[in-house]
């Protein structure tokens, strides 16, 4: 599961103790609400079938995608079914693909959900190793479903803009920018991922 309240409180309030910075942008818009899925293989596969789509398009991707082949939580049911099956479930030849990929990891055993390294990086080159998991996914599946403290996608652009907006900067930081930035948040990192995503859908009067 991701942060709970508590901990994206108590990780925010250290924050806004070491950086003004922070502590003005949690006064204008407050605490970020948790955001906690489950672990394990589905919550991957719906970063697949979400790629590139909207929010609304990806949930009628995988209604229509579960209806097709009896169950899309179960991964046997991605690796049994056919071709045309996915097609008819709204996935392109593509995410059929890292479907498959994710499916056949998770069936063989080559992919455990519960026994990622505790290292973050090493848990985050496991996780691409799957065709069709990048870093990004692999960084929000390990925030958002294992609640890893210190996760930090500085490669999301929701995440580079209100890193910039925070700290006062005259133009939005690149990946390799917003990473250092961030360098003296340490071990805090996750918590301030969350608060940048609700600090870009928060309108600031």
């Not at 045309?84 to 890292?98: I, N, V, W």
């Not at 080559?110 to 996780?127: C, M, N, S, V």
């Not at 990946?175 to 608060?195: Q, S």
Request: charged content about 20%; cysteine-free.
């Amino acid at each position: 599961m991701g942060l709970s309240s508590a901990q994206l409180k108590a990780s925010l309030d250290h924050l806004a103790a070491i950086e003004p910075r922070i502590a003005a942008a949690l006064a204008r818009v407050g605490y970020p609400e948790p955001r906690i899925n489950p672990r394990g293989y589905a919550t991957l596969l719906r970063t697949i079938v979400g790629q590139q789509v909207s929010y609304k398009a990806a949930a009628a991707m995988w209604s229509r995608l579960d209806a097709e082949i009896g169950g899309v939580e179960d991964p046997a049911n991605i690796v049994r079914a056919t071709d045309e099956m996915l097609r008819a479930g709204s996935l392109s030849r593509q995410k059929a693909g890292y479907a498959r990929s994710l499916a056949a990891a998770v069936v063989s055993g080559a992919l455990d959900f519960h026994a990622l390294p505790e290292d973050d990086e090493a848990a985050i080159a496991q996780l691409v190793a799957i065709k069709g998991i990048g870093r990004w996914s692999a960084e929000v599946y390990l925030l958002f479903a294992e609640g890893r403290t210190d996760i930090w996608p500085a490669g999301d652009l929701a995440v580079q803009i209100e890193t910039g907006r925070i700290m006062g900067l005259d133009a939005r930081p690149d990946e390799k920018a917003t990473r250092a930035i961030a360098e003296a948040w340490r071990p805090h990192r996750g918590a301030a991922a969350v608060f940048t995503w609700h600090h870009y859908k928060t309108p600031v009067i």
